[in-house]
Nanobody
Framework: QVQLVESGGGLVQAGGSLRLSCTTSGRAYTDYAMGWFRQAPGKERDFVATISASGLTTTYADSLKGRFTVSRDNAKNTVYLQMNSLKPEDTAVYYC?????????????????WGQGTQVTVSS
């Protein structure tokens, strides 16, 4: 059974930073791509970033490039999302997900396993 557990969410002022973590257990984590998505109230779940199994390939939502950075530590089975210059519109529940492929995807349906989500709230 694969489990993904996110942490690091919270309340931050606009312009601040947060780092989210997602730790995976129960599967050969290093073989698979990981993704970050977010969902604001009343909206669909949106793509944020993805990182390949090797960590060498990353992809971001166009609107987030330059502010968010995804990375992974395969020795710790953990993927990170560093979020800088946060804006109120970044407020959402953030989810990590595992794709059973070496390369990531921006499509929600491509991911087989999901974490429970962590709330990020950015105040103005």
């Amino acid at each position: 059974q694969v489990q993904l557990v996110e942490s690091g969410g919270g309340l931050v002022q606009a312009g601040g930073s947060l780092r989210l973590s997602c730790t995976t257990s129960g599967r050969a984590y290093t073989d698979y791509a990981m993704g970050w998505f977010r969902q604001a109230p009343g909206k669909e779940r949106d793509f944020v970033a993805t990182i390949s199994a090797s960590g060498l390939t990353t992809t971001y939502a166009d609107s987030l490039k330059g502010r968010f950075t995804v990375s992974r530590d395969n020795a710790k089975n953990t993927v990170y999302l560093q979020m800088n210059s946060l804006k109120p519109e970044d407020t959402a529940v953030y989810y990590c997900a595992l794709r059973l492929r070496a390369l990531g995807s921006a499509a929600v349906a491509e991911y087989s396993y999901w974490g429970q989500g962590t709330q990020v709230t950015v105040s103005s």
